[in-house]
């Protein structure tokens, strides 16, 4: 992980920033069995995201990553550096910018 992103316990809860904002995205390519789930969590919250990450049954992942715009920019590049070296390859197929889940406190894989 870069040594400039803060460090958060993964109990503590996160605010929803007044200015927050969610994406739903699709990643599709080698995302499933090579830890992609668990790296999107790990991102997510050290830039103190929410939202959820899960696979689909034709072998994408989607997600959905709410928090500050520029953190959730953030996420796609911490993404391609946290996955280089692994088997991973993927792209975004859809991109979505979807209402703000206000109250969500955390990011999760789920099944």
Request: hydrophobic letters at 40%.
């Amino acid at each position: 992980m870069s040594a400039f992103w803060s460090k958060r316990q993964s109990n503590d809860p996160i605010e929803t920033p007044e200015n927050a904002k969610r994406l739903r995205v699709r990643f599709v390519g080698r995302v499933q069995g090579v830890g992609f789930r668990w790296t999107a969590l790990m991102v997510a919250r050290e830039l103190s995201l929410t939202g959820w990450v899960r696979n689909e049954p034709d072998g994408s992942v989607s997600a959905e990553i709410q928090g500050d715009p520029s953190h959730v920019g953030a996420f796609f590049s911490h993404m391609l550096e946290e996955m280089s070296g692994r088997r991973a390859s993927f792209v975004v197929d859809e991109r979505e910018d979807i209402p703000v889940v206000w109250g969500e406190r955390d990011f999760e894989v789920r099944h």
